[in-house]
């Protein structure tokens, strides 16, 4: 495995790999020589195994780590989200006949939690000011809330939620960008970590005053009181796409919606807040000091449909106060 992933590494536009580990404790002893832009770390690994090594790294080194991860230690993957990775790549089930899809994806995740001053690609504009946003007041009542997120996400949601006190007076619906099987993990993690009921979404169930978690491989919509699952095309790559489901609750909501995108890369969700604008709903992105990766809430930013650019901290004493 550390052959072929450093392989695929080296034929990377701008990505050279500086060193490989046989296990923590041998990375440990490379990573006080010298630190990479980017630490990438299986979570099986003898003498010392991911979530261990995990921890010292992050206790002593500000780089970003990517998690390699088998569908069979997703519990584990998790916990490794939330003490500080900054995402992970489900290994390919056969190594002899990896896709170009997951290379793409795995180059994209890279390149995206890399430091900017050291960022491999062509550097962009800062993000632009607030572009005379519509002027749409925050809901006297709050009839749902819909919360998109990518790299950076899992930790942040687990952040936001776990605040949260019961009982909700709202619905709360997650698209997280993350694949199948890992999402059944996380929402039973956020369920642990909090006092209100966190579930991962079933297809056609009566929405009632909780929070659901989009299933991996499936786009999730709201419509007459249910759930709604479904397989259509991937949207900016991904499925589930947050687009789908702020543009479904846009409609059910209205100017009682409340519409949050977090940390994340890529550009999904600001078309999805443009639809909750135009009905009236009301949008917050999470500000670039306090995300992992600032792609999606730049975009969101720069359509020009965000009410509100807050810290996650402040998110999440808003959110609090919204569903109450």
């Not at 404790?25 to 991911?50: S, Y």
């Not at 078309?271 to 992992?292: D, F, H, P, R, W």
Request: aromatic share 4%; net charge positive; proline share 5%.
């Amino acid at each position: 495995m550390r052959k072929v992933v450093t392989d695929l590494l080296e034929k990377m536009p701008n990505v050279k790999v500086s060193n490989v580990a046989r296990n923590g404790k041998q990375a440990l002893a490379l990573l006080e020589d010298e630190q990479p832009d980017v630490v990438l770390l299986d979570v099986e690994m003898p003498i010392l195994n991911g979530l261990e090594t995990l921890k010292i790294i992050k206790e002593k080194y500000d780089v970003p780590v990517i998690m390699l991860s088998a569908l069979t230690n997703k519990e584990v993957t998790i916990e490794a989200l939330n003490l500080g990775a900054a995402d992970f790549v489900e290994k390919p089930t056969n190594i002899k006949e990896i896709q170009n899809e997951w290379i793409r994806d795995f180059y994209g995740k890279i390149k995206n939690v890399a430091p900017k001053k050291q960022r491999m690609v062509a550097t962009r504009e800062p993000v632009t000011p607030l572009k005379n946003p519509q002027k749409i007041q925050f809901p006297t009542k709050v009839r749902g809330v819909v919360i998109g997120a990518s790299t950076g996400g899992p930790k942040s949601l687990i952040h936001i939620i776990q605040e949260l006190d019961t009982p909700l007076k709202v619905p709360i619906f997650i698209v997280q960008h993350m694949p199948k099987g890992f999402t059944t993990s996380f929402a039973q993690r956020m369920n642990d970590e909090s006092k209100v009921e966190v579930k991962e979404a079933v297809d056609g169930e009566l929405i009632m005053n909780k929070v659901y978690l989009c299933p991996g491989d499936y786009h999730m919509t709201i419509a007459d009181g249910r759930i709604a699952l479904n397989q259509d095309a991937k949207v900016h790559g991904t499925r589930p796409a947050v687009d789908h489901l702020f543009r479904s609750a846009a409609k059910v909501y209205g100017s009682g919606l409340v519409a949050l995108i977090l940390t994340g890369m890529g550009k999904d969700g600001a078309a999805g807040m443009k639809q909750v604008a135009q009905y009236g709903g009301y949008n917050i992105a999470q500000s670039k000091e306090t995300s992992v990766v600032f792609g999606m809430p730049k975009h969101a930013i720069e359509s020009g449909v965000v009410q509100e650019v807050l810290d996650l901290d402040v998110i999440g004493d808003k959110l609090k106060q919204m569903v109450r």
